[in-house]
């Protein structure tokens, strides 16, 4: 069983900056692609970035890209997304999620374990 837990969340002005940070436990973490989905009140939860086991490979979506940042630190377990940029559209609930597999994915179904969430507020 893998546990993740989110934080960092918080409220921050348009064009602030924010970190959030998912801690795993229960496996051996740098074997896994971790990801950071949200989601908006009233819409489907959406891909935000991705990253390899090792760290070597990323992915973001479109609306985030050149403005989040994801990393990990394997010897603390930590996986992490820079927030720059904000903007009140990147107001959501922010999850990380963790694949059984090494494999950076935008999708929702290649990832089986989730955290709980953490709220992030972007004020305009």
């Known amino acids: 069983q893998v546990q993740l837990v989110e934080s960092g969340g918080g409220l921050v002005q348009a064009g602030g900056s924010l970190r959030v940070s998912c801690a795993a436990s229960g496996r051996t973490f740098s074997m896994n692609a971790m990801g950071w989905f949200r989601q908006a009140p009233g819409k489907e939860r959406e891909f935000a970035a991705a990253i390899s086991g090792s760290g070597g490979i990323t992915a973001y979506a479109d609306s985030v890209k050149g403005r989040f940042t994801i990393s990990r630190d394997n010897a603390k377990n930590t996986v992490y997304l820079q927030m720059n940029s904000l903007k009140p559209e990147d107001t959501a609930v922010y999850f990380c999620?963790?694949?059984?597999?090494?494999?950076?994915?935008?999708?929702?179904?290649?990832?089986?374990?989730w955290g709980q969430g953490t709220q992030v507020t972007v004020s305009s």
């Open positions: 999620a963790s694949s059984n597999f090494n494999l950076v994915s935008r999708l929702a179904r290649d990832y089986n374990y």
